[in-house]
């Protein structure tokens, strides 16, 4: 008797302590995966949309639009460029969400973040030669020919170099680090140690990137180019890109803020302030993808947030929501969606399921159909995944 009625007793006292030493769960930002998955689109095939709605309303304002699908020839900016330092900075306000401390833990604690890290890290690398088919023919490898940098690799090492700062170093540490390396970096670029030519510090040839890249990039470059856009010294300034985005989280998950909409205020004001800083510096120091300078890592920064203020104010303040669920399922899969989209032959899948419907349709018609098939078929297969609950994370 004494036994039945003390044993219940115990599992709430239990349960009562077990609940008061829980953690706070983790803030999860539904703007964050709908912005992720809305950065995504554009990658799966939306970029071709505006191209298509020019060949069938012939409207001149749809190749602005085109043109801002394609990267940048050199300098200059352009919505596209966007799009890979967006992701960063989204993995970033990640993991400014929920800042962990791991500095003053006992490395046993420490170790399984560490070896989750580590092996991120290695696997984002070997995800980023797989899409970039980089072996060249196929087995029995080249070594010589694979190329090394990617994306994905970039993505790697900059979510690897903000988790060590968030997990071992104070926000204040954090800023004055993201100073540092833009103005160290800008300095390195404008007055190179080491170059190629004399075609100038910011050219193809002539930059301190194409020089590091040809001393100490294994494998191939790019296009065979001299310098690599994934390449070494331009992976140091996407850090910051990534810091960004930590700061972005500390301030949305900040106690004692005056309410949600003096954070999309404050936000907004930074977006903005960040693009005029950043197209200021330009006049020395130009915005260029490919070398990643400065200038392009403060203003891709800039719009980074300015959209994520958007998002969260229509998302998570307004509560605006079933738009974005269309966004949300890409964005829930987004890596495994970009791997798929180098090794899988979406455009044939599409092709096969609907190219009959689109070939009935008249011919003005066809592209656009082509383009909402192509991307319609990529997203069903990642709705299924959603229904399903198959989140796959690296």
Request: glycine share 8%; charged share 10%; net charge positive.
């Amino acid at each position: 008797m004494t036994t039945i009625i003390d044993k219940p007793q115990s599992n709430i006292v239990k349960s009562v302590i077990e609940t008061a030493s829980k953690p706070k769960a983790k803030l999860r930002l539904k703007s964050l995966d709908a912005l992720r998955g809305f950065d995504m689109f554009w990658i799966l095939g939306g970029e071709a949309i505006f191209a298509a709605l020019l060949l069938l309303t012939g409207w001149a304002g749809f190749k602005w639009f085109d043109g801002q699908m394609h990267h940048s020839a050199w300098h200059g900016f352009t919505f596209y460029d966007l799009i890979f330092p967006l992701f960063i900075f989204l993995s970033g306000v990640a993991l400014g969400l929920s800042p962990k401390r791991l500095d003053k833990l006992p490395l046993p604690q420490r170790m399984p973040l560490y070896k989750h890290a580590i092996k991120r890290l290695l696997l984002l690398l070997l995800f980023g030669v797989i899409y970039n088919h980089g072996w060249g023919t196929g087995s029995p490898f080249a070594v010589g020919d694979i190329r090394y940098a990617s994306v994905l690799g970039r993505i790697a090492f900059a979510w690897f170099f903000c988790a060590l700062l968030v997990w071992h170093t104070s926000l204040r540490t954090q800023i004055v680090t993201a100073i540092t390396v833009l103005v160290g970096y800008a300095l390195l670029q404008a007055f190179p140690l080491m170059t190629l030519d004399s075609s100038g510090p910011f050219s193809q040839t002539g930059s301190i990137n194409a020089a590091v890249d040809s001393l100490l990039l294994p494998g191939i470059t790019y296009q065979n180019a001299a310098v690599d856009p994934e390449g070494i010294l331009s992976t140091i300034p996407a850090v910051v890109n990534g810091l960004f985005g930590v700061f972005v989280g500390h301030f949305i998950v900040k106690p004692h803020i005056k309410g949600e909409w003096f954070k999309v205020a404050v936000l907004t004001v930074s977006g903005f302030g960040l693009l005029a800083l950043g197209w200021a510096v330009s006049l020395w120091l130009p915005v260029n993808k490919t070398l990643w300078t400065s200038s392009f890592t403060i203003v891709t920064s800039g719009w980074s947030i300015l959209f994520l203020a958007l998002f969260y104010a229509i998302i998570d303040v307004v509560k605006v929501q079933k738009w974005a669920f269309f966004f949300t399922v890409i964005g829930c899969n987004s890596i495994v969606i970009y791997i798929a989209s180098s090794i899988v032959n979406w455009k044939y899948t599409a092709n096969s399921i609907f190219g009959g419907l689109i070939s009935a349709l008249p011919n003005h018609t066809q592209v656009l159909a082509g383009v909402i098939t192509l991307v319609l078929v990529q997203w069903l297969v990642l709705y299924w995944m959603y229904k399903r609950n198959i989140f796959i994370k690296v």
